[in-house]
């Protein structure tokens, strides 16, 4: 147990940080991801493929890479925004970006996945007896569309919450990073400090997963 | 027309305003894309010196010779990930409850931890005896296995009931039954979700930058950390072209296959890369 005691602080910084970026670019991953669904169902095409080329180019792109490009990249041509609200620095904040980028084309995904689940007619109802585009959406397919998205939200989200271990490959120090920085000190087996950690990110995983099946159930019961 | 049930076929009248909009979007399109090239023409970023080093042959076939590295990792990987998912999934469908609550326990676990993770992990403890290659394929195995795992679970669970009963009832064993009628009927239906789990291997790989391994992105690492280059931009620009070459083309090898399951009539396995066993 007094191992434990000795990982704690670091632990704590660690998981810390992990769950920032992880909060801070579901946010963001999610606002980008469902503006770009709607831009990939538009009838304007220039919408449809600026969209396409988006999903196709991030999804594609390994997020190293994109790390690179944003977090390397973005302070050699002067780009340094900083979260400070939250307590981030510029490389923390630029890992925010790199990953709510590469994260909102799998949301885009999902939306669209969503929002095309919900039958035609239903639309087609809601139009015949009048009702607005903002109607239609708000009340009878946003509804129904949302019921269908959580269960691959979750998965996009549990992908993200992994995700945001690769800032530990640029100097940022977050869950995955403190195995480096405990292993160097020797507090413990390198064997007991990965344990601890991955039971971190099992627990992190566990519970996306539990309130994606809370709200799936809450909505369903709705009906 | 883009299949969508928010929109109606569009009459003469919002024929004529989509025009507006598309031009307005477009306009509105090429203007963000021309000022992200501004920005980087503002910041010399798009400058020869930046990119020369496409032009140098020594780099090329450096890049080249990772390039090759990145490709074996994958190709290692997955490999050896469709051998663990198959095991892991034969053995989460087995009747013995002391082989199957292993199996979902190791899948469960292995699904739900960062690769990267399980890449130092392996490194710091075994490099001695691994090295980087290994410490990766090995990372990546567990990881692909278990999510192959359980496409291929699901792939045996989709073929219809009547044709293991149909298998039973002329006295074959269960092992038979999923070795010669439940595996073959169900590859075909798998076979894009593995090959998308290709594309996640494949991008996974470059995880070894962290490490060293000596794949492109670990080679591109010195190019652009050099004071002599200093481009990461650059060469991350670089790395996306031949990520996103690769991986879109094998994207579309799976969405083909895809239809033609599709077209066939039977049901196509979806991968979910990251869901634990709540709910």
């Known amino acids: 147990m007094s191992t434990l005691q000795e990982m704690w602080p670091f632990l704590r910084t660690g998981f810390g940080m992990t769950i920032v970026l992880l909060v801070l670019s579901m946010i963001l991953s999610t606002l980008l991801g469902t503006v770009l669904a709607g831009m990939r169902v538009s009838p304007v095409w220039p919408f449809r493929m600026f969209g396409t080329g988006y999903v196709n180019i991030f999804r594609n792109t390994p997020l190293v890479v994109l790390f690179i490009l944003i977090v390397e990249g973005f302070p050699a041509i002067d780009v340094r925004p900083s979260f400070d609200s939250a307590g981030l620095d510029v490389f923390e904040s630029l890992a925010v970006i790199a990953l709510s980028i590469y994260t909102a084309a799998f949301v885009c995904e999902v939306v669209r996945a969503g929002v095309n689940t919900v039958d035609a007619g239903q639309a087609e109802a809601a139009r015949s007896v009048g009702m607005t585009f903002g109607q239609t959406l708000r009340i009878v397919v946003l509804p129904q569309a949302f019921r269908n998205v959580i269960p691959p939200m979750a998965s996009v989200y549990i992908a993200l919450a992994k995700n945001t271990s690769v800032a530990a490959a640029f100097g940022i120090v977050e869950a995955t990073a403190e195995l480096s920085r405990m292993n160097e000190r020797t507090i413990a087996s390198t064997m007991k400090l990965f344990v601890v950690i991955a039971i971190g990110y099992i627990i992190i995983v566990w519970v996306i997963a539990l309130v994606a099946a809370i709200l799936e159930k809450g909505v369903s019961r709705a009906r | ?279």
């Open chain 2, 1 to 279: 027309m883009s299949s969508s049930v928010l929109y109606d076929a569009p009459g003469p009248r919002a024929k004529r305003r989509h025009a507006v909009y598309s031009v307005v979007g477009g306009a509105a399109i090429l203007a963000l894309l021309g000022y992200l090239f501004w920005r980087l023409w503002d910041a010399e970023q798009i400058t020869p010196e930046k990119w020369e080093f496409l032009q140098d042959p020594d780099i090329v076939n450096d890049l080249l010779e990772g390039l090759r590295v990145t490709l074996s990792l994958a190709a290692a990987a997955i490999v050896l990930a469709v051998a663990f998912g198959a095991v892991f999934a034969a053995g989460r469908l087995s009747d013995h409850w002391f082989i199957r609550l292993p199996c979902i326990a190791v899948v469960e676990v292995f699904r739900a931890i960062p690769v990267l993770l399980m890449i130092l992990f392996l490194n710091f403890t075994y490099s001695a005896q691994l090295g980087d290659y290994w410490s990766i394929v090995l990372a990546l195995m567990v990881y692909n296995g278990s999510v192959l795992a359980e496409v291929f679970r699901a792939g045996i669970l989709a073929v219809p009931k009547g044709q293991s009963e149909a298998g039973l009832a002329i006295g074959l064993r269960k092992a038979q039954v999923t070795r010669l009628i439940l595996a073959p009927q169900a590859i075909s239906t798998m076979l894009p979700a593995i090959i998308s789990q290709c594309v996640v291997a494949l991008k996974d790989t470059a995880l070894g930058y962290a490490i060293g391994s000596s794949d492109i992105t670990d080679r591109a690492k010195l190019i652009f950390t050099s004071p002599f280059y200093n481009n990461p931009i650059a060469v991350a620009l670089m790395l996306m072209a031949v990520f996103v070459t690769i991986n879109y083309t094998l994207s579309l090898i799976a969405r083909l296959l895809e239809a033609r399951t599709r077209r066939r009539g039977e049901r196509v396995v979806q991968v979910d890369s990251g869901r634990a066993a709540v709910g």
